[in-house]
């Protein structure tokens, strides 16, 4: 049973922005913090964003700070990520999951992970 789909990617060019989006299942959802990763070839999958189920206290990892803007549609139990002013270094594929440890940034305290969806940027 799928339940997290990652939307959103493309290839863009250098500056450009994206949104990407996580639709969930409820119980999937309701209740949990939600994370943002993403994995470039050859690389570990890295965090890049997380947000509680009130949608406060967003996280993000330093190299996001500034360009990407984690939010969440509990009514529609969807999550976003705004990523601006893109670098090339920012391709990869990006996944969504839930937080399913005390909230940290490491991948193995995530599960539900979605099929990801890919980003490009080009120089």
């Known amino acids: 049973q799928v339940q997290l789909v990652e939307s959103g990617g493309g290839l863009v060019q250098t500056g450009d922005s994206l949104r990407l989006s996580c639709a969930a299942s409820r119980r999937t959802f309701v209740g949990y913090t939600m994370g943002w990763f993403r994995q470039a070839p050859g690389k570990e999958r890295e965090f890049v964003a997380r947000?509680?189920?009130?949608?406060?206290?967003?996280y993000y990892a330093e190299s996001m700070k500034g360009r990407f803007t984690i939010s969440r549609d509990n009514a529609k139990n969807t999550l976003y990520l705004q990523m601006n002013s893109l670098k090339s270094e920012d391709t990869a594929v990006y996944y969504c999951?839930?937080?399913?440890?005390?909230?940290?940034?490491?991948?193995?305290?995530?599960?539900?992970w979605g099929q990801g969806t890919q980003v490009t940027v080009s120089s």
């Open positions: 999951a839930k937080d399913v440890g005390p909230g940290t940034s490491l991948a193995y305290e995530y599960d539900s």
């Open positions: 947000i509680t189920w009130s949608g406060g206290n967003p």
